[in-house]
């Protein structure tokens, strides 16, 4: 069996690197985090141009989840910033309950966000049908148009000016804003039941898997690079055996990384049974291997990794968000034993 994309995903992953290369380098990015906006308007603009927020949409690319995944990937290659998987997955809730509002995410015109949280309870429906509560810190709250609401049980929408706009607060991750989304009776439309908020997870899981896998796959690049040209006593530091084994264990981990990832997107893509396994597998697979490879990242460049003029930081510090969206590693252990724990009590096949 082939595991490798086809030469038309290949040409997309190729225009995608291209754009971002030229659009969404350190440079920009960090002139993005100076000027203080939400978002890079030109980077979102040109995404817009080449249908990027429609990936899996028919106003857009029209493509499927592995073409999101590889679009994804990149932008965590390149910390680009800019809120493509906050509409992506607002845009996939949408169109699944058939939500007008999901051409608009899908050409552009709006901006989506997901609302989500692992605390039972964190946001409840009232008696009226409106939400209270307040959720975890949303990515692109402050500038989106449309937020879906995540719950265990349901998955809800609603236009943020109806709800009330948050403010930005202050991050670690400078390349995306956060906000706080207080909910006090705000007016919602139900998506979707347990089966729709199941599948909004699965899409989670998996797009913020492939921006982690971007984002270690450069940073193993950048130390190996560093590795080489690092002299100390005479000779590259990646002559040393401790440096040598830090880049062999991170090999490893982006490995591991991208055929979970992969998997569950394919899995999405083809309406696999098994796409919820696949999912918090790639989650909790890819949070606790992006740590690994961060941690080891800032060992092979020593002290200069750990300031801000060098550009591991911007990694690390993404990376370090996108670990604990949509379920950290240990809640997708629970989910994914859960999942398996109903195979084993119908007698089914675990493998």
Same mark, same amino acid.
């Given at each position: 069996?082939?595991?490798?994309?086809?030469?038309?995903?290949?040409?997309?992953?190729?225009?995608?690197?291209?754009?971002?290369?030229?659009?969404?380098?350190?440079?920009?990015?960090?002139?993005?985090?100076?000027?203080?906006?939400?978002?890079?308007?030109?980077?979102?603009?040109?995404?817009?141009?080449?249908?990027?927020?429609?990936?899996?949409?028919?106003?857009?690319?029209?493509?499927?989840?592995?073409?999101?995944?590889?679009?994804?990937?990149?932008?965590?290659?390149?910390?680009? #910033? /800019?809120?493509?998987?906050?509409?992506? *997955? =607002?845009?996939?809730? @949408?169109?699944? +309950?058939?939500?007008? !509002?999901?051409?608009?995410?899908?050409?552009?015109?709006?901006?989506?966000?997901?609302?989500?949280?692992?605390?039972?309870?964190?946001?409840?429906?009232?008696?009226?049908?409106?939400?209270?509560?307040?959720?975890?810190?949303?990515?692109?709250?402050?500038?989106?148009?449309?937020?879906v609401i995540w719950t265990p049980d349901a998955v809800y929408a609603a236009d943020i000016d109806e709800i009330g706009r948050p403010a930005p607060e #202050? /991050?670690?991750?400078?390349?995306?804003? *956060? =906000?706080?989304?207080? @909910?006090?009776? +705000?007016?919602?439309? !139900?998506?979707?039941?347990a089966e729709a908020a199941a599948a909004l997870l699965d899409r989670a899981a998996v797009g913020a898997s492939a921006e982690m896998l971007g984002g270690a796959a450069r940073v193993l690049e950048m130390s190996a690079q560093y590795a080489k040209d690092r002299v100390q006593f005479g000779q590259p530091i990646?002559?040393?055996?401790?440096?040598?084994?830090?880049?062999?264990?991170?090999?490893?981990?982006?490995?591991?990384?991208?055929?979970?990832?992969?998997?569950?997107?394919?899995?999405?893509?083809?309406g696999d049974p098994d796409t919820s396994v696949a999912a918090s597998t790639a989650k909790t697979w890819c949070s606790d291997a992006a740590r690994r490879v961060m941690a080891s990242g800032l060992q092979v460049h020593g002290g200069i990794g750990f300031t801000w003029e060098h550009d591991l930081h911007l990694y690390l510090k993404r990376s370090q968000l996108d670990q604990v969206s949509y379920g950290a590693a240990d809640y997708h252990r629970d989910r994914l034993a859960g999942l398996l724990r109903e195979r084993v009590d119908a007698g089914a096949d675990v493998i």
């Open positions: 069996m082939d595991f490798e994309l086809s030469d038309d995903q290949v040409a997309l992953q190729e225009a995608a690197r291209d754009l971002l290369d030229g659009l969404s380098g350190p440079a920009q990015v960090r002139a993005h985090m100076a000027s203080g906006q939400s978002w890079d308007r030109a980077l979102w603009a040109a995404m817009i141009a080449q249908g990027w927020p429609g990936v899996t949409h028919p106003e857009g690319l029209g493509l499927g989840w592995v073409e999101a995944a590889v679009l994804l990937e990149e932008v965590g290659r390149h910390t680009a #910033p /800019a809120p493509f998987l906050p509409t992506l *997955l =607002a845009l996939e809730a @949408l169109a699944k +309950a058939g939500d007008g !509002r999901a051409s608009s995410l899908a050409t552009g015109e709006r901006v989506g966000c997901v609302a989500w949280s692992r605390r039972p309870g964190a946001v409840a429906e009232e008696d009226d049908g409106t939400l209270s509560g307040r959720p975890d810190p949303v990515v692109a709250a402050d500038a989106a148009d449309v937020v #202050p /991050a670690m991750d400078g390349t995306r804003s *956060l =906000a706080w989304l207080h @909910l006090d009776h +705000a007016p919602v439309v !139900r998506l979707g039941g990646g002559s040393f055996q401790a440096v040598k084994h830090r880049c062999a264990d991170m090999v490893v981990d982006v490995e591991g990384m991208r055929s979970t990832a992969w998997w569950a997107a394919w899995a999405i893509a083809a």
